[in-house]
């Protein structure tokens, strides 16, 4: 088990950790450091007790405060999946109908009727404007 020497509010702790998790050990106590040495610069020297308990409960309020967070971040995540879930299972909307119009072959007869019978008048006018 290798054994670590700490710096916790400019004081050296000997702590032994499991092989492999010194990092994490280094980077725990970093953190209990940082708060030490925020109530060093704020209240001075304490004894080194009062000095743990208070960092200790910094970093705990910090930790409830990331608690409060993320159970609010989870709240909202289970409120979108429940709306995705709902989406995915919602009845599909039937599909749009589009009416196309349709001229029935009677009006087109008609219209090539009409036509015809223009084109027969035009021919007869023609004819009469040149003589």
């Known amino acids: 088990m ?3 020497t ?3 509010g400019g004081r050296g702790f000997e702590v032994s950790c499991q092989d492999g998790e010194e990092s994490y050990l280094q980077a725990a106590a970093k953190m209990l450091d940082d708060e030490a040495q925020v109530l060093s ?3 001075g020297r304490m004894p ?3 000095m743990l308990l208070m960092a200790g409960l910094m970093l705990a309020d910090k930790a409830a405060a990331n608690d409060d967070r993320i ?5 909202k995540l289970a409120e979108r ?3 995705l879930m709902a989406l995915r299972n919602a009845p599909k909307a039937p599909p749009e109908r589009v009416e196309v119009a349709v001229v029935p072959p009677s009006v087109t007869d008609t219209l090539a009727e009409l036509a015809a019978r ?3 008048l035009a021919a007869v006018v023609e004819e009469k404007s040149q003589t």
Do not use: C, M, Y
């Not at 159970?71 to 709240?75: Q, R, S, T, Y």
């Open 118 to 120: 223009a084109e027969s």
């Open 71 to 75: 159970k609010a971040v989870e709240a």
């Open 81 to 83: 999946d429940a709306e």
């Open 48 to 50: 080194e007790a009062r």
């Open 6 to 8: 700490i710096h916790i």
């Open 2 to 4: 290798p054994e670590l």
């Open 41 to 43: 610069d704020q209240i």
